[in-house]
Antibody, heavy 121, light 110 residues
Framework: QVQLQESGPGLVKTSETLSLTCSVSGGSVTSGDYYWSWIRRPPGKGLEWIGN???????DYNPSLKSRVTISVDTSKNQFSLTLRSVTAADTAVYYC?????????????WGQGTLVTASS | QSGLTQSPSTSGTPGQRVTISCSGSNSNIGSNPVNWYQQLPGTAPKLLIY???QRPSGVPDRFSGSKSGTSASLAISGLQSEDDGDYHC???????????FGGGTKLTVL
């Protein structure tokens, strides 16, 4: 059973960069079993798929966020990370990391507990 | 990015049957399968229904999904207090070239 844990600052200044890390246990980011994914939920709104990365390093991003997002993998630490540049208040959300065995972005079987990130000046 | 449409809220009493709807278009629900997630207060979402009407192992058969045309529905029968939470639908959108979620429906068990 894969376990995921998000970590990172809970407050980011607007126009700066949001960086989060997801630590993986019970599985390996090099296994190829999953697309390692990020999803977020702004307050009072629904879920939004941010993107994913495969063990090969290939990535796929939400077109609406693509210009600001980078997802990367650190195989030595068995972690994957999210970087979101030039944040605005609209990026305030609970951020989740999750596993997706399909890569399509609609089937997530394991989730982290989520971490609230507030973007404010 | 346009998403799927869900009613913001619904409610029911214990034992009752409730239905949550999710409306889309030909480019998403009309041509691709729908998944549903349950998100209980303070927790991460949990996969409830996949491929329109399939339940993952461990999900009670009180939960069922269906799809017709460009709309999908989640039905919960024998409502229980622990069903209180948010329910999200999602489907791949071929026009947007990415997955789209609904805004979520908050279910209150009275």
């Amino acid at each position: 059973q894969v376990q995921l844990q998000e970590s990172g600052p809970g407050l980011v200044k607007t126009s700066e960069t949001l960086s989060l890390t997801c630590s993986v246990s019970g599985g390996s980011v090099t296994s190829g079993d999953y697309y390692w994914s990020w999803i977020r939920r702004p307050p009072g709104k629904g879920l939004e798929w941010i993107g994913n990365i495969y063990y090969s390093g290939s990535t796929d991003y939400n077109p609406s966020l693509k210009s600001r997002v980078t997802i990367s993998v650190d195989t030595s630490k068995n972690q994957f990370s999210l970087t979101l540049r030039s944040v605005t208040a609209a990026d305030t959300a609970v951020y989740y990391c999750a596993t997706d065995p399909t890569g399509v972005g609609i089937f997530f079987d394991f989730w982290g507990q989520g971490t609230l990130v507030t973007a404010s000046s | 990015q346009s998403g799927l449409t869900q009613s913001p809220s619904t409610s029911g009493t214990p034992g009752q049957r409730v239905t949550i709807s999710c409306s889309g278009s030909n480019s998403n629900i009309g041509s691709n399968p729908v998944n549903w997630y349950q998100q209980l207060p303070g927790t991460a979402p949990k996969l409830l229904i996949y491929s329109n009407n399939q339940r993952p192992s461990g999900v009670p058969d009180r939960f069922s999904g269906s799809k017709s045309g460009t709309s999908a529905s989640l039905a919960i029968s024998g409502l229980q207090s622990e069903d209180d939470g948010d329910y999200h639908c999602v489907a791949w959108d071929g026009s947007l070239n990415g997955p789209v979620f609904g805004g979520g429906t908050k279910l209150t068990v009275l």
